[in-house]
């Protein structure tokens, strides 16, 4: 079955003669158009990471969305699945080729000290205070797209086909995807026959690109867990149920999953990323609320997974004649994983090799991070999502000394892509993807 459909891919992409690549004959014409529109690329992404928006919330950067690809000639429909924007552009026969960023922001703090850093603040959906800041790189994505729609088309002549660009929300919450394909992104406009994303990359040189063929991304769960017990004062715990040391017997407990219970060669993570119970020294408080997320990269070992955190919740609140916990597995933020076709992965890397060196495209294993682009690929459109480096080289360099520790990941309020040669290099690459499917020999 699986190479029934491994051989129907390949001859559905098939990929030209050695030495035919459709896109190599426009690497000048590409690279003169991106250092024309380099200048005004920076400022966007500037104006973006200062005004970042939290996920649901992306009103602003979807109206720049818009506007941007209006300028420059697609028919724009605004407000698709939440704040979606899709832009289409026909320019003759040929394929149709889904280019996609994502929008949202998230509740951190910046730290970068960069003189642009964000100074937005705003209340997150649990109504807390919180900095809002790019900490995923999706500006630079933004940034990317408009890039590429301007390249392409400035460089209209040299490709038939129809470009569908789709400036999507709520990555970040698993729920921009699915929204888009629920409001019928693929039944109201054409269902394109490729996608391509990148994302950023905190732990490469700029000038670098990462991919993985097949399995790139981990499947994403959220789970909500609310530990109860009885409260009291802190002198008289025999009074009570502490559901303070419940939920450090369950942290720990939760650890054993991935250690304990899976096939050691499937890799899971149950990481515990926030705890809140109590308000003062001396009161046990009634209940502890925990947030997990959870990744996989096999359907099975997922249930598996789930099944086993909420029987470990509520064996430990039983051991501590506590009462049932509530385990809530948050589907609607559930994110598969994310499968790139090997056909058109090997297709586009093979061009990326011919745009930025074969040093400089970088296979690696799959990570499990979660995107939501994953999403459509499970629609059944051949996807590749590939990742930008975006590290100053130096100080990529000074990280690779003995001692010298690690970078921050994406996510980290310290993380700080370098904007002009990372957006260069986006550019340059997701044009270089979409000349290689629709240009013309
Ligand atoms: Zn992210
Ligand atoms: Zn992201």
Redesign the pocket.
């Known amino acids: 079955m699986r190479h029934f459909f491994t051989l129907l891919a390949v001859a559905f992409v098939t990929a030209p003669a050695p030495g035919q690549s459709p896109a190599k004959p426009h690497l000048a014409a590409v690279d003169a158009r991106i250092a024309a529109e380099s200048p005004d690329l920076v400022k966007l992404y500037l104006h973006l990471h200062e005004n970042p928006e939290l996920s649901l919330f992306e009103v602003q950067s979807a109206a720049r969305m818009a506007k941007e690809l209006t300028a420059v000639g697609f028919a724009v429909t605004p407000d698709f699945g939440g704040h979606g924007v899709v832009g289409l552009f026909a320019n003759g026969p040929g394929p149709t080729i889904m280019v996609r960023a ?1 929008m949202d922001a998230l509740p951190v703090t910046e730290q970068t000290g960069v003189p642009y850093a964000s100074k937005v603040r705003t209340r997150d959906r649990s109504g807390n205070d919180t900095g809002v800041m790019h900490a ?3 500006d630079v ?1 933004m940034t990317c797209f408009v890039g590429t729609a301007r390249v392409l088309v400035a460089l209209k002549d040299k490709w038939s086909g129809t470009l569908m660009f789709v400036a999507q929300p709520a ?2 919450v698993g729920m921009g995807a699915k929204a888009m394909l629920d409001a019928g992104l693929f039944t109201k406009f054409k269902k394109p026959d490729y996608g391509v994303a990148l ?2 990359e905190a732990r490469l040189p700029v000038g670098q690109v990462a991919y993985s063929e097949g399995l790139a991304l981990a499947n994403v769960d959220t789970v909500d867990v609310t530990i109860k017990g009885k409260g009291g004062h802190g002198a008289a715990p025999h009074t009570t149920v502490d559901p303070i040391v419940l939920a450090a017997k369950i942290i720990l407990d939760l650890q054993t999953i991935a250690s304990r219970e899976v096939n050691p060669t499937d890799p899971v993570v149950v990481t515990v990323g926030s705890i809140h119970g109590g308000t003062k020294h001396n009161i046990i408080p009634n209940e502890v609320k925990l947030q997990l997320t959870v990744r996989s990269t096999k359907d099975g070992v997922r249930d598996q997974v789930l099944k086993a955190i909420d029987r470990k919740c509520k064996a430990a609140a039983l051991g501590a004649n506590a009462p049932e916990p509530e385990v809530r597995v948050r589907l609607e933020e559930y994110t598969p994983s994310t499968i790139n076709d090997v056909p058109l992965t090997r297709r586009l890397t093979g061009v990326f090799r011919d745009f930025l060196g074969d040093a400089n495209v970088i296979e690696r294993a799959p990570i499990l991070g979660g ?1 939501d682009f994953g999403r459509f690929g499970r629609e059944g459109v051949p996807i590749c999502m590939y990742f930008l480096g975006t590290i100053a080289p130096d100080k990529y360099a000074a990280a690779q000394r003995p001692g010298a520790g690690t970078l921050p990941s ?1 996510h980290a309020d310290s993380f700080a892509p370098l904007p002009g040669p990372s957006i260069a290099v986006g550019v340059k690459t997701l044009s270089a993807a979409v000349l290689e499917l629709l240009g013309k020999k």
């Open positions: 994502d995923c790189g999706h994505h990555e970040e994302h950023c995107e994406m």
